[in-house]
């Protein structure tokens, strides 16, 4: 359980950063539709 509790961390602090990315960066940041390769 606790492996499973430190991957939904990390994802939810990479989608946080996405966002933010996103919004500063617009059309010339990350595509919307990102894939994490291993997921």
């Known amino acids: 359980m606790k492996k499973q ?3 939904n961390q990390g994802l939810e602090l990479v989608n946080r950063s ?5 919004g500063t ?3 010339d940041g990350f ?8 997921l």
């Open 5 to 7: 509790e430190a991957i």
């Open 18 to 22: 996405t966002i933010v990315m996103l």
């Open 25 to 27: 960066n617009g059309e």
């Open 31 to 38: 595509p919307r539709d990102l894939v994490f390769p291993g």
